[in-house]
Each structure stands twice: as C-alpha cells, then as structure tokens.
C-alpha cells in the first residue's frame, strides 16, 4: 500500500499553520496590524500564544485518539470546519495539522442480541471503517488493541468473552489469531497502520492474566502477529504513571528479562495525575537511553471548560483538579505543546504525541438527558450503555452514560474547532496573540477559629505569554465579618477589569495537639501495641505525615492523647482513615472520653455532667487505598476537671494495612435557629433598588454583609444570629422610599451611586466587564486586519490551495 511520508506530513503541518494564521486574521480573530507570514516562517499571528517547540523533526508525531467518531456521527453530532460549516472530521484534523490516528479496537463489544457496549462500539470493523478514513485524509494510524470487550486500563483488564477458560498457552494462540485477522482486514481496505499496540495501559494485566511471565508471552504472541502481518509497523506496548518512580525502569526490565521484541515503549500522561513534564521527558529518556526503545505519549489531554455539554458528568469538573494550566483554549494549547516538547526533549526517540477523544462531543444539551441517554444506548455514543453491564458489572454497570470528556475535547460543543486543534500546526512555527490577562490567581486560606485573618494585598496575574504578574487586590467584604467556623467567600477587585475570590475556611478549633503528626515532636502521643508508625510519610490526608499500620501477622495497638485545661463544655472526637485488607472480625475505633485515659487519676467529673455519657465511640471502615473514613464520636460533657482522652484502638489481622491522619478534639456548640435570618436576607435581595435612596440602601447592604456571613458559619451562634437579624430588619424598617421624577422616570432623590448600578449586595461579585479567573476565560480583543477584503481573500485562498494541493499529492503518490 502506499505510505504518505512523514517528512511530507511535517510540510503539511508546516504549511497549516500558515494558512490557518491568515485564516484566523480573516475571521477578526488575531491581533491588529499582524502582517502575513511566509509559509514556515515563525511565529505567525493567531487568537492564542504557543511558543514553537525547537528542533520538532518533521517526521514527528502529532496525533489523536478519535474512535469513537462513527457512534457520535450516528448520533447525528456534526463536525465543523473554521468556518463553521459541516465537513469530513478527518479532512478538519489533517488541515489543523494533525498528522496520525489512533484507534482502539475491542474484540467484541456486543451482547448476544448485538446491543453495542458503547464508547464507540469499535470492533475490528468499524475501526477499518475508521482507519480507511483516516487514510483518505492522509493520516497514518496507530491501531490499538484493548485484547478485551470493553476498557482496559490498569484497574480492569477483562478477557474477552470468547477466551474465558483459555489455558495461557491458547490465550496466546486466540491473541495471535485475532491480532492477525484484524490486521489482515486493515491491509485488506488499504489502511496505512504504521504502529499496532498491544494491549493498553497494561500496568497491571492484559487479557486477563496479571504474572509478568504470563503478560509477556501474550505481549510475544501479539508482537509475532504484527510481524507477520504488518511487518513495516512499529510494534508499541503501553502502559502509565510515568510519575511513580523507577516503574517504567522496572517494567523495561521485566520485559528485557523476558525478551519481549517490541519498538515503542508507549505512556500515558494527563498533567491532572502524572507529575511534570520534566519527570515525563527524564523517565523517557531512561527508556531510550538504557534500552534501546523508541517512546511515544499514546494519551494526553487538557479541560478548555468545566463546563459540561451532555448532562453526563466530567472526569474533570472542579477548579481543584485542573490547576497545572488554565482551564481555557489557551491553557489547553499549552499543556498539548508541554507534552509535545517533552517527548522530543528524548531526542529521535521520541517519535510524537496523540491527543486522547478530542472529537466525543455531545450529543444533545444538558437539557435534553433523556434524550441524550436514548441515543448513547442506540448508538454507543456515551462511555458506556447499560449493556455493558454485563460484562463490566462493578463499572460500566453502575455508572454508564454518556461523554465524561466533553470539556477536554478539541472542538466547541457545537462542533466547531477550537483555536487549540492548530497546536498540532502552530508548535512548527510558533503562534503569537496580542498580550492578553488570561486568569487571577484565586486564593485559598484556612485558619483555626479564633486565629486572626489576614488575607494577600496581591495576587498573581498570569498573561497569554506565560508570565505573571503580581498585581493589587481589594478585597470586598474585609476580614472583619467572621462568625466562627464554616467557609467564606471574600471578593476581590484586582486591576483591568477582573475578579478574583478568596474561600477561607474557618476550621473548629481542634484541642489536640499535633493532630497531623507534622510536628517531629509527637511525645504528646502514646503509641502501646504493635504495628503502628507514628509519624509516617505513607499516604497522608492533608500535609506530609501520617500514623501507618501494617504488620505481617495479626496485631493491635492503641494510641491516645490526653488533654487538659479544656473550658466546660461538650466535645466530640473524630479522624480520618484509609487502608485496606482487614478481615471478618477486625476493627478500628476512636474513643473520647472523660478523664486522663488509662494511666490518669484524674478526679471524677462533677455532678453535673455525671448523669451524661462518660465516653463515646465511632468505627472506621477500611475502604481501600486514599478512600478516606472520617466518622465522629457522639459528643460527651467534660466539667470543671477539664479532662478529657482521645484513644484509636485498632485490632488487626496480618497484612491488614493503612494510615490514620487529622485527629481532632473540637468543642460542640448548638446551633442556632437561622430560618428567620435567612428569611429577611431572601427579602433584602428581592428590593426594587429603584425604589429606596442609596444611603438606606447601603445600610442595608452593610447589614446583609453581616447575615451572610452568619448563615455560612458551621455551627451559627443564637447570639449572632440574633444580632444580625436585629441590625437587618432594623435597616429594612429605615429604608427610605424615592419618588420618580414625572418628566424622566428616575427617582427625584437619593441618585448617589450606591450599589444601584450592579442590583446586588456589597460583598458579592459584581459581573461587570473583564474576564473571571475562575471561569478560565479570554476577554475579547479587538483590531481590525490591515488589508483589503480583495488581497486578504487572494492571500487565504493561495494558503488553502497550497495546503490541500501538497496533502492531496502527497496521500495519491
């Protein structure tokens, strides 16, 4: 068959860039005043700044993962050029400078009735389907086998369905055979499969088998198979977590040990989970280096929204878990050029990078769900239909549905390609944007009730260039209304325009003392039994440190603390643990209880909490690795003694395993009755700001301030719920009513400025101009392109010709 070249690809790439800069200049979308540019000359004007990555070979490797392109098509989701008409989404990519595809395939992703597992139902052939359309656009294609029914990743890896029984010796021949039909088919429709995977993300398994012994003689059959049957592809193995040290190194060995013949030694990295770039190019480059294997980044992606466009929920969908980069187009372009530079930081070796589904768009709104889960079951459209259950019952049968990586997709939600699918192009030749603020950095503050506040008179700026900057922030409200523990929002004004916010969590006091164990002294503590590490660096919940537990043979320990000089009062205890392996009959509780614990004469409590509960307990579960049981004692009174003793007593059995981290001892407080509050300060926000002067109005304002922050305390007060009521109703009671002048409709007094002009509360964000940081989007830009509609026509319709006359030489031969 005939192969495009890469180096031809490289061109192509090259040349796309060009023109899509003139492309962009043409819609009003880059900067002012930008002049043409030559074909590969750099940087070229355009809406985002990606800085060129330095010695990117043209033969390297700038794909994407788009399988399940057929079910979303069927699902009636239509892809989009630039211009926002329909077109071919192979055509799009390879124009955006897209050069390879990769398609996974699952041996059968059906029921017996033929109902398609979803994801895109791909078998072998609708991956041919896939593969032969890839190759008509001119793209290579990575073909990657799952060697399962469904997903395989490191936590599953199910057997196919027809291979359950197999002995590992005819698992081995079933894995040949299928390996070589299926390759057999995509030669058959003259697919240009340039590199076959075998097996995906195979950490911890493929095909069922998990022993090192067994996995290498199914990775040997598979590799045997792409020889014979598609003897010029690279054979690639796969597998993640780049960021675990020395794991690559030992799986390299394993495999050397076993002289498993393969070319790529393939990674996933998601800058969500997988540490830096830096450690991605270093433990790559050990595999090249020590071993004498090309590498390739076989996934990667980044969120542009936290938006979500299905009703289906995201992997990614809280600010917390995207904070390597923006959450916008910008930042997306970004993380895609980092993982880029990455790999060809290796040197040759690194042959390039595929970005994971960036086409599974929605198939309808979040507004239509019902309709959407219609067609993700008809169509395998979703990650997973409620068909799948049979075969992954413990995942896919309880959580299937629809696109959880819409927002991380490379295309709009309506099918419109985002300005970061030319990453693919712009990495070549560098693209720049008009400097532009694209985000503020939002601060986060955590303090002990009681502790003063004080929050940052700056915050970071960060620009499109990749600088920061340290600018002014006033904050709005001030520190002052704190009403005890709970979280507070704090809204700060930063210059240009934007906003930033500050969440301050107000935690209770807790009486014990190094209740993390970050402090090396932990001689507060006493640690009796076996088992136990105080102290430890194994999975901590907050900080660095930990108390660890696991013990060969079964075991028990206690560890206590005992506090003294606590206010009268009523407490309760609570922490948190995680760990796994415990058997029929463990157990694991904490304890608070009045008095010294087991070596303390302490004198008893007075009479008037002898009636109440001397102590109190709560089990732990433990739920596996980093799920986290965080149960609370019942409270129990501690009287003029001031006494009182938090004990962990655990009884084990051997390898049961975890850690114990934030143990706190926090006084209980009741809460108050906040209905009436809340009430008045409904009322408040529902005025007709027309209809009262500004100066009662921002009495009211002032007071609302107060309530709110009341109402977010943990436990409120009665005596500052009262007061803030009090101060609330007495500014609505004084609100001062204006008369509209007759002639001009506006009222006749009280036209100071107040917060009129926003209809909201001091304190709250204002939604005025500029950009939110915490919606991680682009404040628009204007300008106009210097050019004639006539010659700036001419130009772009020289640049497209170009650019499709060169792919279409290049794809006949």
């Known amino acids: 068959m005939h192969r495009t070249s890469r180096t031809a690809r490289g061109t192509l790439a090259t040349l796309a860039a060009a023109s899509l800069a003139v492309s962009t200049l043409a819609l009003g979308a880059s900067a002012a005043n930008a002049a043409p540019t030559e074909p590969g000359a750099d940087p070229v004007a355009a809406g985002i700044t990606v800085p060129k990555v330095d010695g ?8 994407v993962d788009v399988s399940s392109v057929l079910s979303l098509e069927e699902s009636g989701v239509v892809f989009r050029d630039e211009t926002g008409q329909p077109g071919d989404l192979f055509e799009i990519l390879a124009d955006a400078g ?30 041919v389907e896939i593969g032969s359309r890839a190759t008509a656009a001119g793209l290579g294609v990575l073909v990657d086998f799952h060697y399962s029914d469904f997903w395989a990743d490191p936590a599953k890896q199910h057997e196919p369905k027809a291979w359950a029984g197999l002995d590992i010796d005819q698992r081995a021949a079933a894995l040949y055979d299928f390996t070589a039909d299926a390759l057999a088919d995509f030669a058959a429709a003259s697919v240009d499969v340039e590199m076959v995977q075998v097996g995906n993300e195979t950490n911890n398994g493929v095909a069922g088998v998990t022993s090192w012994d067994d996995r290498a003689k199914l990775f040997s059959a598979g590799s045997a198979a792409v020889r014979a049957s598609a003897p010029e592809a690279l054979v690639a193995l796969h597998f993640t977590n780049p960021e675990t040290v020395g794991r690559y190194a030992s799986i390299a060995q394993e495999l050397e040990a076993r002289d498993v013949d393969y070319d790529v030694f393939a990674s996933s990295y998601y800058p969500f989970w997988h540490g830096s770039t830096a450690n991605l190019t270093a433990v790559l480059s050990q595999i090249a280096d020590d071993y004498d294997k090309k590498v390739i980044v076989a996934e990667t992606s980044w969120a542009y929204t936290l938006d979500d466009g299905d009703g289906h929920g995201n992997v990614i969908d809280l600010p917390a878990e995207a904070t390597q980069y923006p959450v916008s187009v910008q930042g997306q372009a970004w993380a895609l050029r980092d993982v880029m530079a990455a790999v060809a930081a290796v040197g040759d070796a690194g042959l390039g990078v595929y970005y994971w589904e960036p086409a599974w768009l929605p198939v309808g709104p979040p507004d239509r769900l019902d309709q959407n889960k219609l067609l993700w079951e008809a169509h395998g459209s979703g990650w997973a239909s409620s068909f799948a259950g049979e075969y992954d019952p413990e995942d896919a049968g309880e959580y299937f549905g629809g696109s959880a990586w819409d927002n991380q997709a490379l295309f709009g939600f309506d099918g419109t390609p985002l300005e970061s699918l030319r990453t693919f192009s712009y990495v070549r030749t560098g693209a720049v944007a008009p400097l532009q603020m694209i985000g503020v950095e939002q601060v986060s503050v955590s303090i002990e009730d009681g502790e003063a506040l004080t929050l940052p008179e700056t915050v970071a700026v960060s620009y499109n260039d990749r600088s920061t900057r340290d600018e002014a922030v006033v904050w709005t409200p001030d520190a002052g209304p704190i009403a005890g523990p709970g979280t507070y929002t704090f809204t700060g004004a930063v210059a240009g325009g934007f906003e930033t916010a500050a969440t301050v969590t107000v935690r209770e006091r807790n009486y014990l003392v190094n209740g993390g164990f970050e402090d090396a002294d932990r001689s507060m503590w006493r640690l009796t039994g076996t088992g136990a590490t105080l102290g430890g660096a194994e999975n901590p919940r907050t900080g660095t440190r930990s108390t660890n537990f696991w013990l060969a043979t079964d075991y028990a320990f206690s560890l206590e603390q005992t506090v003294t000089g606590l206010p009268a009062g009523t407490y309760r205890a609570s922490a948190s643990v995680q760990g796994d392996n415990e ?47 965080s149960p609370s004692t019942d409270a129990i009174e501690v009287g003029a003694n001031g006494t009182a003793t938090v004990r962990i007593d655990a009884s084990l059995s051997a390898l049961a395993w975890g850690s114990i981290d934030d143990v706190t001892l926090v006084r209980v407080t009741a809460a108050a009755d906040t209905a009436e509050l809340a009430a008045a300060v409904a009322r408040a926000d529902g005025l007709d700001r027309d209809a009262f002067s500004s100066a009662s109005l921002r009495d009211v304002d002032t007071a609302v301030v107060q309530a709110r922050s009341v109402l977010a305390a943990l436990v409120p007060t009665q005596s500052a719920t009262d007061g ?56 628009a830009t204007g300008g106009t392109a210097p050019w004639a509609p006539l010659g700036l026509g001419a130009l772009l319709l020289a640049a497209g010709g170009l650019v499709l006359a060169v792919r279409r030489r290049a794809v006949r031969g």
Do not use: C, H, K, M
């Open 56 to 63: 990117l070979g043209a033969d390297f490797i700038g794909g």
């Open 98 to 127: 897209v050069t390879d595809v990769r398609i996974r395939v699952w041996n059968d992703p059906f029921d017996a009735a033929g109902n398609g597992y979803g994801g895109g139902d791909v078998d072998v052939d609708r991956a």
């Open 583 to 629: 058997q029929a009959g463990d157990s694991i509780r904490i304890t608070v209880s009045r008095g010294g614990g087991a070596a303390s004469d302490d004198r008893p409590a007075p009479r008037a909490v002898a009636t109440s509960p001397a102590e109190a307990s709560a089990a732990f579960e433990l739920n596996g690795y980093r799920a986290w049981s």
């Open 724 to 779: 803030a009521l009090s101060a609330l109703t007495a500014a609505l009671d004084a609100l001062v009513a204006v008369t509209p002048d007759p002639g001009t409709g506006t009222p006749g007094t009280g036209s100071g400025t107040g917060t009129g002009t926003t209809g909201a509360p001091a304190g709250t964000p204002a939604g005025t101009g500029g950009s939110s940081a915490a919606a991680g989007s682009l404040p």
